[in-house]
């Protein structure tokens, strides 16, 4: 995977995973889809995106044994 | 910490040189791996909290750097040998992180996680937090040793990764203090080494390959590997280690270490084997077969441990040298 630009400003960065979470850098809160907000307690968070996570919003890797996320097409 | 108790008569001649005694100028032939693991152990420990009873200086002393050196050549042989069938895991996989993520996923015939899930007694569990106090007490520890010998991209990534786990700012959030809160609320010894006398040479060959790989530049590719393999072992686990405590109400302390590493290693096992071990195989792409070394060996002492623990506790026995923790607790 490449780094980011060299000179990048700070602040909130997201990386999605191929058939994984997205790895969101810089992120106070993030609010899920029934809009709750969840305060991210490291500098790092894994945000699942495959839905199948036991603690939403949090990526706990279950897509490792569901298989990878659903694919887009 | 002291010395440890010595198992053969190599470890004996190390504690003696380390004493004080009869100077120890060779390994020669330790008597089983007890005797290997635990000697190459204490040497390894010179470099991180060192011994009370050993005066600091010998961590360098030429002398014993020599017979630690032997003792590695033994290892990383046997090593070698031993994890052909977790490597050939990786065959078909076509990229690097798809071939960590192979050897990651193999599986051994025993699991420690399933087993601390559904079957375990609360001893049983205790004794696991016990041989895993050797290396939860020191976590993340041995992969430090890289930072310098890494640049660019890799080096971020990890130094990303450890300032997780060395607590992000905050001393009470260090991985290590929580694995003590743990032990404590576990009824077990907190202290750093505490059990190493109680830990059989399964477990201290999962320290030693930290430590090899750790303090040997020319291992900074198998180190990275070994650090992958972990965390893409880990957050699966961890919910079985998890729910295992909650199921024999081992105490909030027990049930957070586990929960944390949930969360924080489903972070974990996307930057070291994407952007740590991904970075480093594009600037060093000589690097590769290192890379999955580590990683290999890293699954394959898991499955020497898990076979070893899993065959004592399924015949009533224990894991532990020396008996059951009643005594210990």
Same mark, same amino acid.
């Given at each position: 995977m490449s780094a980011p630009a060299s000179g990048s400003r700070t602040g909130c960065q997201i990386?999605?995973?191929?058939?994984?979470?997205?790895?969101?850098?810089?992120?106070?809160?993030?609010?899920?889809?029934?809009?709750?907000?969840?305060?991210?307690?490291?500098?790092?968070?894994?945000?699942?995106?495959?839905?199948?996570?036991?603690?939403?919003?949090?990526?706990?890797?279950?897509?490792?044994?569901?298989?990878?996320?659903p694919s887009k097409t | 910490m002291k010395l440890p108790r010595p198992r053969g008569k190599l470890s004996e001649a190390l504690v003696a040189d380390l004493t004080g005694g009869r100077a120890l100028d060779h390994a020669g032939d330790p008597d089983g791996p007890d005797d290997l693991h635990l000697s190459l152990w204490m040497l390894y420990e010179l470099h991180y909290r060192g011994f009370e009873d050993v005066d600091d200086r010998r961590e360098w002393d030429p002398r014993l750097l020599a017979v630690r050196a032997e003792l590695e050549t033994s290892f990383e042989d046997g090593l070698r040998e031993d994890v052909g069938e977790v490597l050939a895991a990786a065959d078909e996989a076509e990229d690097l992180v798809s071939q960590l993520a192979a050897i990651a996923s193999h599986e051994g015939e025993a699991s420690v996680s399933?087993?601390?899930?559904?079957?375990?007694?609360?001893?049983?569990?205790?004794?696991?937090?016990?041989?895993? #106090?050797?290396?939860?007490?020191?976590?993340?520890?041995?992969h430090a040793w890289a930072v310098p010998r890494l640049d660019g991209a890799a080096k971020v990534a990890l130094a990303e990764l450890q300032y997780d786990e060395f607590g992000g700012g905050r001393p009470d959030r260090l991985h290590s203090a929580l694995f003590a809160r743990a032990l404590e609320e576990a009824g077990l010894d907190a202290s750093y080494g505490a059990y190493v006398d109680r830990v059989s040479w399964h477990t201290l060959a999962v320290n030693n390959a930290m430590s090899?790989?750790?303090?040997?530049?020319?291992?900074?590719?198998?180190?990275?590997?070994?650090?992958?393999?972990?965390?893409?072992? #880990?957050?699966?686990?961890c919910r079985r280690y998890l729910q295992g405590a909650q199921r024999l109400e081992m105490g909030a302390a027990v049930e957070h270490y586990f929960d944390e590493h949930i969360e924080a290693d489903a972070v974990h096992e996307e930057i070291a084997a994407r952007t740590i071990c991904g970075s480093l195989a594009e600037t060093e792409?000589?690097?590769?077969?290192?890379?999955?070394?580590?990683?290999?060996?890293?699954?394959?002492?898991?499955?020497?441990?898990?076979?070893?623990?899993?065959?004592?506790?399924?015949?009533?026995? #224990?894991?532990?040298?020396?008996?059951?923790? #009643?005594?210990?607790?």
């Open positions: 990386t999605v995973v191929p058939d994984g979470p997205a790895l969101v850098r810089g992120a106070d809160v993030v609010y899920d889809d029934q809009g709750v907000a969840h305060e991210a307690e490291r500098p790092v968070v894994a945000v699942c995106l495959c839905g199948l996570s036991q603690r939403l919003p949090w990526c706990d890797a279950t897509h490792k044994v569901a298989g990878g996320r | 399933q087993f601390l899930h559904r079957r375990a007694t609360a001893a049983q569990y205790r004794e696991f937090l016990i041989e895993r #106090s050797l290396y939860h007490l020191k976590e993340s520890d041995p090899l790989f750790g303090l040997h530049r020319r291992f900074r590719g198998s180190a990275m590997g070994h650090l992958a393999a972990f965390e893409m072992t #880990s957050p699966l686990a792409p000589e690097l590769v077969d290192d890379i999955l070394f580590g990683a290999a060996a890293c699954v394959h002492l898991d499955e020497v441990v898990a076979r070893h623990a899993i065959d004592a506790w399924t015949a009533g026995g #224990s894991v532990l040298l020396g008996g059951d923790t #009643s005594e210990v607790a």
